[in-house]
């Protein structure tokens, strides 16, 4: 993906700020006590927070949140969802916090939107020493038969390179993290995956996949006949067609800390 497809993709999901908020999946609360378990100290910043997925999950784990989201639509869905959060408009690259402020610094399906070259001096700006940076995603479990056809189906706009537990291993083994040198240096990263699940419906998984960003910026013909494929898929498989199901999940954790 080049700059500007990148930026597109980026830039997508405001128009799609309430369907993001209903349909997407939280975060396995084992993973996010993984992510923050070294930080050394309970101040957290949700970079990249958008609607407030993450932010609600470490708030019912008693962190002090602050969350910081550079699109104004999904802002205001954060803000209305969760009224007592410091909701502050900012970007990985331009973080609105003083320096040392925090004392872990958590993204959730968002790391690889960051330009690291700018955002990894900025989130070592605003980290404590010893403080921990963690990006989480939500991973479809493609060990799963039906889950596995599902992602033949849907192909890659809808279920992408870092959506899959193998992909993800291979795309974010340090690729999205501060590289070490200059002043403020970081250690060696980890990934651990954790088992995850989110309730579902064929069509609410189908509003789930549109809220995509490579499904989000497809021409409307093309985005419908996607959507078309998969609820016909999931009309046809029997763990998915009739009522609710469980769509087998992982949260996976890549975990640096700021020496």
Request: charged share 20%; hydrophobic share 45%.
């Given at each position: 993906?080049?700059h500007d497809?990148?930026?597109?993709?980026?830039?997508s999901?405001?128009?799609?700020?309430a369907?993001?908020?209903e349909?997407?999946?939280?975060?396995?609360?084992?993973a996010v006590?993984?992510?923050?378990?070294?930080?050394?100290g309970p101040r957290?910043?949700?970079?990249?927070?958008?609607?407030?997925?993450?932010?609600a999950?470490?708030?019912?784990?008693?962190a002090?949140?602050?969350?910081?989201?550079?699109?104004?639509?999904?802002?205001?869905e954060?803000?209305?969802?969760?009224?007592?959060?410091?909701g502050l408009?900012?970007?990985a690259?331009s973080?609105?916090?003083?320096?040392?402020?925090?004392?872990?610094?958590l993204?959730g399906n968002?790391?690889h939107?960051?330009?690291?070259?700018?955002?990894?001096?900025?989130?070592a700006?605003?980290?404590?020493?010893?403080g921990?940076?963690?990006?989480?995603w939500?991973?479809?479990?493609?060990?799963?038969?039906?889950?596995?056809?599902?992602a033949?189906?849907?192909?890659s706009?809808?279920?992408g390179?870092r959506?899959?537990?193998?992909?993800?291993?291979?795309q974010?083994?340090?690729a999205?993290?501060?590289?070490?040198?200059?002043?403020?240096?970081?250690?060696?990263?980890?990934?651990?995956?954790f088992?995850h699940?989110?309730?579902?419906?064929a069509?609410?998984?189908?509003?789930?996949?549109?809220?995509?960003a490579?499904?989000?910026?497809l021409?409307?013909?093309?985005?419908?006949?996607?959507?078309?494929r998969?609820?016909?898929?999931?009309?046809?498989?029997?763990?998915?067609?009739?009522?609710e199901?469980t769509?087998?999940?992982?949260?996976?954790?890549?975990?640096?800390?700021?020496l």
């Open positions: 993906m080049n497809e990148q930026l597109l993709h980026a830039s999901f405001g128009a799609a700020a369907a993001y908020a349909h997407r999946p939280d975060y396995a609360q084992d006590r993984w992510a923050l378990a070294p930080a050394p957290v910043l949700d970079l990249g927070a958008g609607t407030g997925k993450l932010t999950t470490l708030i019912a784990m008693g002090e949140v602050i969350a910081v989201e550079p699109d104004p639509a999904m802002l205001t954060l803000r209305r969802s969760l009224p007592t959060v410091r408009s900012g970007s690259e973080i609105p916090l003083p320096d040392t402020s925090v004392d872990a610094v993204v968002a790391m939107w960051f330009d690291m070259a700018v955002a990894g001096p900025e989130i700006r605003v980290l404590a020493p010893g921990v940076l963690a990006g989480l939500n991973l479809m479990d493609d060990r799963v038969d039906w889950v596995a056809g599902l033949d189906v849907s192909g706009a809808a279920i390179p959506d899959t537990p193998a992909s993800w291993r291979v974010t083994a340090g999205h993290l501060p590289q070490n040198g200059g002043p403020a240096r970081f250690g060696s990263s980890e990934q651990v995956e088992p699940g989110q309730r579902r419906t069509d609410s998984l189908v509003a789930t996949l549109a809220t995509r490579g499904v989000l910026v021409p409307e013909r093309e985005r419908d006949a996607l959507l078309g998969i609820r016909e898929f999931l009309a046809g498989r029997p763990e998915t067609a009739h009522g199901f769509l087998p999940m992982l949260t996976g954790v890549l975990r640096t800390r700021r």
